[in-house]
């Protein structure tokens, strides 16, 4: 089992540019979830997916957030334009859904916005 | 929406001793409250959890017990080993057979067990 799949492991960016961030759940798990992790915010849920529709997006912090789950094996998570205050350990997680509510996280983006 | 809640921030305590950490939530209808574990630069991996039907579960040197009543939670650590420096984070949500539901989580633990 090869786990949640994250890409890039690291990405530095300068300000202005689009970052574009990868996952691919487990295998079967029907359930997707992006989080960011700093250490003055903690780990922040910024959207959630359940069989590819977004459920609850509240955590995303403005417009230039943007994320997609175009499959069952594929998600992205866009900003554009990445501000410094963007940079953070972006984890993607996913669960296996009904009756399953354990979430495994993958190895995390981490990203740095000059 | 859930609010959770976490202390101590911080914990410092000698090899072999207990170590235990304390989470409130708010929300009543929460009902799966999951423990991470999460070293320096390493994701987040989930310990043990607990759902709403039962008071305490243990595995091994870990143990989680809750009291809907007072909605808190606990996690215990006995016999602490260096290894189980990291930092820690409680969590609840409101798990559903139907689909999953996001996690709350505390503000995290950073466990330092020393020598």
């Known amino acids: 089992d090869a786990g949640v799949i994250q890409s890039p492991r690291h990405e530095v960016t300068e300000m202005g540019q689009e970052v574009t961030l990868r996952c691919k759940p487990i295998?079967?798990?029907?359930?997707l979830f992006w989080y960011r992790q700093t250490m003055m915010r903690g780990l922040e849920l910024l959207i959630y997916?359940?069989?590819?529709?977004?459920?609850?997006d509240s955590g995303m912090p403005e417009d230039r957030f943007s994320a997609k789950m175009p499959n069952a094996s594929f998600s992205t998570l866009k900003i554009q334009p990445s501000e410094p205050r963007d940079s953070a350990v972006y984890f993607c997680?996913?669960?296996?859904?009904?009756?399953?509510?354990?979430?495994?996280f993958g190895p995390g983006t981490r990203l740095t916005v000059t | 929406g859930e609010n959770v809640e976490q202390h101590p921030s911080t914990l410092s305590v000698q090899e072999g001793d207990s170590a235990v950490i304390k989470c409130t939530y708010s929300d009543s209808a929460s009902n799966y409250f999951p423990w991470y574990k999460q070293e320096l630069g390493k994701r987040p991996q989930l310990i043990i959890d607990i759902r709403s039907n039962v008071g305490e579960k243990k595995d091994q040197r870990i143990a989680v017990t809750l009291n809907k009543t007072a909605k808190h939670f606990s996690l215990h650590i006995t016999e602490t080993q260096p290894e189980d420096s990291a930092v820690y984070f409680c969590?609840?949500?409101?798990?559903?057979?139907?689909?999953?539901?996001?996690?709350?989580f505390g503000t995290g633990t950073r466990l330092q067990v020393t020598l």
């Open positions: 997680a996913s669960t296996p859904g009904p009756g399953g509510y354990e979430q495994y």
């Open positions: 295998s079967g798990h029907n359930s």
């Open positions: 997916f359940n069989n590819n529709v977004p459920i609850d």
């Open positions: 969590a609840a949500s409101r798990g559903s057979a139907g689909a999953a539901s996001k996690l709350t």
